[in-house]
């Protein structure tokens, strides 16, 4: 080595830094252990064992989702507490819709240049809502890449892993009749981010303008977490009667729904069936959005909907709702295909 020579500090990428993080984010991580996790955090992977989670002829679901540009918000205005249970969420969620319960969560953190701070920020919110969920936060990969991001950005992916016996895959038994449960939606989720910044623009509104539809800042009031249904839904689906689940994300109620339904159902929902969430009302007011748009692009108040047996829908319903749940009846399984709508959202 000449005394010109550079190291990999100088090149934008700090070791030391990556390894401040894994140890400040290790109490955080232990905190989501549960039966089935093998080792500790910081080996080259992670094992898992779903016996020793309850399990004794599992079948293993996985999903993988980010947060979208929900993103560029948390990273402006500096608000990063919440952002990993969005990602959490985003995953999770998708995974009870096929009746699997999740066991464990990865998490990838990229960014430019590494803030122990930030970083660890961003990772206790995962580790919260992966102890909401129920599952283990048991490894990630932590990548600086200068030249990649711009400075103070970073992006996130999660990958989630759950479990079911053998033979209980949703949907399934889904009929014409069955009563359709909406659970409500916390605000926006993580969907629809990018026509949100642009209503914003269009408003001439800053992220730290009074909220136009609540209290605090406008930044505050878009960046609420994604509700976590896996508990509540996890105990619906044990109680029997529930045919089919469906995680109302992008492409809104009108694209998710018929997701769940077999070739020849639809469904029929009834719009008056629950108030439209001041968030939504600013949004389709501010950025003039037509209700058609509306459905398709955000989850507009309804998070999760439920496909239940209709001899079973308020047995199903008062589970929900002492599962703190806010729980509406919007329609039924229908003949035919796609999503009908009757009424109007407000």
């Not at 700090?14 to 140890?23: F, P, Q, R, T, Y």
């Not at 089935?36 to 094992?47: E, I, K, N, R, T």
């Not at 990993?84 to 998490?107: H, I, K, R, S, Y």
């Not at 102890?131 to 991001?149: D, N, S, V």
Request: hydrophobic share 45%; aromatic share 6%; proline share 4%.
């Amino acid at each position: 080595m000449t005394k010109n020579g550079i190291s990999y500090r100088d090149a934008g990428v700090d070791i030391d830094a990556g390894n401040a993080l894994v140890e400040r984010i290790k109490p955080a991580a232990a905190a989501t252990r549960r039966p089935g996790v093998m080792d500790a955090l910081g080996g080259f992977g992670a094992l898992f064992d779903p016996r020793a989670a309850g399990y004794d002829d599992p079948v293993l679901v996985a999903a993988t989702d980010g947060v979208g540009t929900k993103l560029r918000i948390a990273i402006d205005t500096g608000h990063l507490d919440g952002i990993g249970q969005d990602l959490v969420a985003m995953c999770v969620n998708d995974l009870v819709c096929q009746g699997a319960e999740p066991l464990f969560f990865l998490d990838y953190f990229a960014t430019g240049k590494l803030s122990v701070d930030e970083g660890a920020r961003v990772v206790e919110g995962i580790a919260r809502g992966c102890q909401a969920a129920g599952c283990a936060l048991i490894g990630g990969e932590t990548a600086e890449m200068p030249g990649m991001y711009h400075d103070g950005d970073f992006d996130l992916a999660g990958f989630a892993v759950g479990a079911m016996q053998r033979g209980t895959a949703l949907p399934s038994g889904v009929v014409a009749g069955d009563v359709l449960l909406g659970l409500a939606s916390d605000g926006v989720h993580s969907n629809g981010y990018s026509l949100v910044r642009k209503v914003a623009e269009r408003a001439g509104l800053g992220w730290d303008a009074d909220s136009p539809f609540g209290e605090g800042s406008l930044g505050q009031g878009l960046l609420v977490p994604t509700r976590l249904y896996v508990k509540p839904a996890l105990a619906a689906i044990r109680a029997g009667g529930v045919h089919a689940l469906a995680h109302v994300t992008g492409g809104g109620i009108t694209e998710n729904l018929p997701r769940v339904l077999p070739e020849g159902l639809g469904a029929e929902i009834d719009l008056g069936a629950w108030a439209l969430p001041p968030v939504f009302g600013w949004l389709a007011q501010a950025g003039g959005i037509d209700q058609a748009e509306m459905l398709k692009t955000f989850n507009s108040g309804i998070g999760m909907i439920l496909s239940v047996a209709a001899d079973r829908a308020d047995a199903i319903a008062a589970l929900l709702a002492d599962q703190g749940e806010t729980v509406h009846r919007l329609g039924h399984v229908a003949a035919g295909e796609g999503v009908r709508y009757s009424g109007t959202l407000g």
